[in-house]
């Protein structure tokens, strides 16, 4: 018995076919790479927690700088270096406590976000 004239005509495209496999295996690794939309998490946690705790850290720093103040007024040093070493130094551990305070509310809230998404 002889085959087909055109043995092509006969056979599947394996053009088309593998064509087919690469594009759904790249819209898979797309979807893959994109990951949880975690952003809509990370919003409200970040408006309530983040911002409410580094608020009141602010709050706190202003009371220490007011209390400095008050010291160095009653000392008659109102004004003086010393006072404005003191309010630098009352600054800094402040600056220090809110970036680490703020670092590890947002490592706490990617870490919820990304569970919920």
């Known amino acids: 018995m002889a085959g087909p004239a055109n043995?092509?005509?006969?056979?599947?495209n394996v053009y088309?076919?593998?064509?087919?496999?690469?594009?759904?295996?790249?819209?898979?690794?797309?979807?893959?790479?994109?990951?949880?939309?975690?952003?809509?998490?990370?919003?409200?946690?970040?408006?309530?927690v983040t911002d409410q705790t580094l608020q009141d850290l602010e709050r706190q720093?202003?009371?220490?700088?007011?209390?400095?103040?008050q010291q160095a007024q009653q000392a008659g040093a109102f004004g003086g270096?010393?006072?404005a070493v003191a309010e630098a130094l009352t600054n800094e551990g402040f600056a220090r406590q809110g970036a680490q305070t703020f670092a590890n509310l947002q490592q706490q809230g990617f870490g919820q976000a990304l569970g919920a998404a």
Not at 7 to 12: S, V
Not at 61 to 69: K, P, S
């Open 7 to 12: 043995p092509a005509a006969t056979q599947p």
């Open 16 to 48: 088309n076919q593998s064509a087919g496999a690469y594009n759904a295996a790249l819209a898979g690794t797309g979807a893959a790479a994109a990951g949880p939309n975690i952003n809509r998490f990370m919003n409200p946690y970040t408006s309530m």
């Open 61 to 69: 720093r202003q009371m220490a700088i007011n209390t400095t103040g």
């Open 81 to 83: 270096s010393r006072q």
